[in-house]
């Protein structure tokens, strides 16, 4: 079996900028995203080779619509999966001590990355909101919500995804 890059994207903040989302028509999915951090985001699929799983509240779409949606707009990169609710997953509870119950986003991850162990190689984490658990920062960019992805958190991405 082969393993996998995975990059988890949050997309509010990220691909959408708090200042986009109001500039912007929308389409049948919602506001289309920021070129420029698009653009960002090619360029870590391109440079890494990661396969993309949504942890953005988007993923309540579910997986085909989300799918559909990239493919639609000509996105980067392939979703390959979203993450796990958090508060209807058993298992995720069952796995996870009574402090993760306080990083709700990184708790789904986990969850996602217990259920997934022996197909991942490296993982990043590209989110506005820093919910994620203390074991999951050194694999953690944190984007300004304001400005969405930037080039330099692009690089940042790449440089831990391609850590051997």
Not at 51 to 69: A, E, H, R, T
Not at 114 to 122: A, G, P, R, T, V
């Amino acid at each position: 079996m082969s393993k996998h890059k995975i990059l988890f994207l949050d997309i509010d903040g990220v691909l959408n900028p708090q200042w986009w989302e109001r500039k912007k028509p929308s389409d049948k999915y919602g506001v289309p995203f920021d070129p420029k951090t698009v653009a960002c985001l090619e360029k870590i699929i391109v440079e890494t080779g990661a396969n993309i799983v949504i942890s953005s509240s988007w993923k309540n779409m579910g997986l085909s619509v989300v799918q559909d949606m990239w493919r639609e707009r000509g996105l980067p990169g392939k979703v390959m999966d979203i993450t796990p609710d958090y508060l209807n997953e058993s298992l995720l509870c069952s796995e996870l001590n009574n402090d993760d119950a306080l990083y709700e986003r990184g708790c789904e991850i986990k969850g996602w990355l217990f259920l997934h162990k022996d197909e991942i190689s490296q993982y990043i984490i590209v989110d506005d909101m820093d919910d994620i658990l203390p074991e999951q920062q050194q694999r953690f960019v944190h984007i300004d919500p304001n400005t969405g992805m930037s080039e330099d958190d692009a690089e940042k991405a790449i440089a831990i995804l391609n850590k051997e």
